[in-house]
């Protein structure tokens, strides 16, 4: 680069010179560039705003013309889904969920992934691959004897029939992905504490935890969204419509009012717009969360 | 070095020096162990068991039948239908996103102009329930209100209408669309993530030597995401061979089994026709796929890693 020899382009930024060698091409490039981009945005976004918009319309209005504005701002069909249509039941019952189950995951994942990484265990080599068994099949392996031992232990129709296994099931993805934020400190900070007469509860919950507080965010994120969406498990083991959680009250829903399309959409409005709110504010934690989720596990 | 001297120690000191230096070890880990052996271990070789027989799920008895769940497997034509559809799934539904995913993450590497946008666009599907996107897509392909149908119609392609997901040919890949359309976001943001690491010295050594922007792209660029792709890739298709919801949610397996994939035939067997014993019979074929599926990966990895 320093030299005086070096090819015209070569004194702009390193970064940008591979780029933009040849001008003409460039400018090509970059217009088809964001010809692609375009397409894509509005692919992805025009079911969004063809739903949204289609919640403050009447059903006339929507097989009129899919992509007019509503005419007016109603709100009688978002209202409707609330009370009628009860999303306030559906999302509250949600909030049950994910709060029990993102609690309960990331506690015992937060201990036993502690334990796993940097705590002396035997046949911890065992307990792992006992672990990575459970990452590795799917739901349906379990989900048949998990319902009858559910209904044998009295929790089916219950909202534990959702909460417990839905902990029990997602440990060790909490676990792999805790364990790997811990093997990533250094131990010599807890044997410093140690060395001052910390237990070893407080090396974990004064000195270790805190630091793996990047970890924990991502396992809270990752596991709300997760648990928000779950569809199967309580598909099956929750069949009363006051128990149900919102991913599958808005299918039931669906299927009440196919006809009455204005409150259809308002109802998909509601179901998708906490988790949507959440992503918006938070989308650098979710991104995080993914990536890390799908990478360090 | 500590580990060993105190280990040995341990096992000298009996039972109670063992506790006490394990103790913690072990306490920490109960928790999570008894609950996940509980409800997970225990009704995984349960499904073992109920392989073996012919329960209803009402009668307190359990018939053992031997292998007879095992024998029916291969005359069942709806299981082969439905591992068809699951193939199909597993390939479309791995290639598209993974070749959309790669185009978008590549077209944003550099961070141009509105990056936060596209990126935020890209990925908001990915936070919606399968359940969301089933009805949307359904509302999409409507026949009569639909703005696939109708965008058709407005560039004066209305010959090509139809109730997309009524027809039994196409239904299984409307349904792919969707699910690819959700999907795409999630491999767009790990290949950026991935695409970080890629050396810029690299590729501008490579342009020096006169590489063009493709042989950059295809010998310089992919060789050093092939971990990133190798892990995306096992993602999705372990994720394909089990996929039950946005299908289930969508067309419930129809039109006449067009879309039954064999999460949905096994979902049916135990809860619509309580043929438990048969269920989990199929719900090891699954388990049995996927666990090869998984440890192919991890082999895959690991030899990529050392």
């Known amino acids: 680069m320093a030299t005086t020899s070096a090819p015209a382009g070569a004194k702009r930024v390193p970064g940008r010179a591979a780029w933009s060698r040849p001008r003409g091409g460039a400018v090509g490039v970059g217009v088809v560039r964001y010809l692609v981009l375009i397409a894509f945005l509005v692919v992805f976004l025009l079911p969004f705003l063809w739903i949204w918009s289609s919640a403050f319309k009447t059903s006339i209005e929507i097989a009129r013309d899919p992509f007019a504005l509503p005419s007016a701002l109603r709100w009688e069909n978002l209202q409707r889904a609330w009370t009628v249509g009860r999303f306030d039941r559906y999302i509250w019952n949600s909030v049950i969920y994910c709060t029990a189950i993102v609690a309960g995951v990331v506690a015992l994942s937060c201990l036993a992934g502690y334990a796993l990484a940097l705590l002396p265990l035997p046949r911890r080599n065992a307990i792992l691959v006992l672990f990575l068994l459970g990452l590795m099949v799917p739901f349906q392996s379990v989900m048949i004897p998990l319902y009858y031992l559910l209904r044998d232990i009295h929790l089916l129709e219950t909202y534990w029939a959702f909460i417990v296994p839905g902990i029990a099931l997602r440990l060790p993805f909490g676990i792999f992905l805790m364990r790997g934020f811990f093997r990533g400190l250094p131990p010599e900070l807890a044997d410093a504490a140690r060395l001052d007469g910390a237990n070893e509860w407080a090396v974990f919950r004064q000195v270790m935890l805190p630091l793996a507080t990047p970890g924990l965010a991502t396992l809270v994120v990752f596991q709300f969204m997760f648990t928000w969406n779950q569809f199967l498990m309580p598909l099956v083991f929750v069949q009363r419509d006051e128990l149900r959680p919102v991913s599958l009250g808005t299918m039931f829903f669906f299927g009440r009012y196919t006809a009455d399309r204005g409150m259809i959409a308002a109802g998909v409005t509601i179901a998708m717009l906490p988790v949507v709110l959440l992503y918006l504010v938070l989308q650098r934690r979710f991104i995080e969360g993914i990536t890390a989720g799908a990478l360090k596990t | ?306």
């Open chain 2, 1 to 306: 070095m500590a580990d060993i001297v105190l280990g040995t120690t341990a096992r000298r000191g009996g039972a109670r020096r063992h506790w006490a230096r394990y103790r913690a070890g072990y306490l920490f880990v109960l928790p999570a162990f008894l609950l996940y052996a509980v409800f997970m271990i225990y009704p995984l070789v349960q499904s073992i068991y109920l392989s073996f027989t012919d329960w209803n799920g009402v009668e307190a008895t359990k018939n053992f039948v031997g292998l007879a769940n095992y024998r029916r497997l291969f005359g069942d034509a709806l299981l082969r239908v439905s591992l068809g559809h699951t193939l199909i799934w597993v390939v479309v539904g791995t290639i598209g996103p993974l070749v959309i995913g790669l185009l978008l993450a590549v077209l944003l590497w550099r961070r141009p102009r509105g990056f936060t946008l596209f990126r935020t666009a890209f990925f908001m599907p990915q936070v919606l329930s399968s359940v969301v996107i089933a009805i949307v897509w359904g509302w999409i392909y409507n026949p009569v209100f639909g703005i696939l149908n109708r965008g058709l119609d407005s560039v004066g392609l209305d010959g090509l209408s139809r109730g997309w997901l009524g027809d039994p040919s196409l239904a299984l890949y409307a349904v792919l669309v969707a699910a690819i359309w959700a999907e795409t976001g999630f491999v767009f943001v790990v290949f950026l993530a991935g695409l970080q690491n890629v050396s810029k010295d690299l590729l501008e050594a490579a342009t020096v030597d006169g590489a063009n922007a493709w042989q950059r792209f295809r010998n310089v660029t992919v060789p050093q995401l092939a971990n990133v792709v190798n892990v995306v890739t096992a993602l999705l298709l372990i994720g394909g061979f089990s996929v039950f919801d946005v299908v289930f949610a969508m067309t419930q397996g129809g039109p006449a089994n067009a879309t039954e994939v064999i999460a949905t035939y096994t979902y049916k067997e135990a809860f619509t026709q309580n043929r438990i014993g048969y269920a989990a019979t199929l719900s090891l074929v699954i388990t049995v796929i996927s666990l090869v599926a998984s440890v192919a990966f991890i082999r895959l990895r690991e030899r990529g890693e050392s």
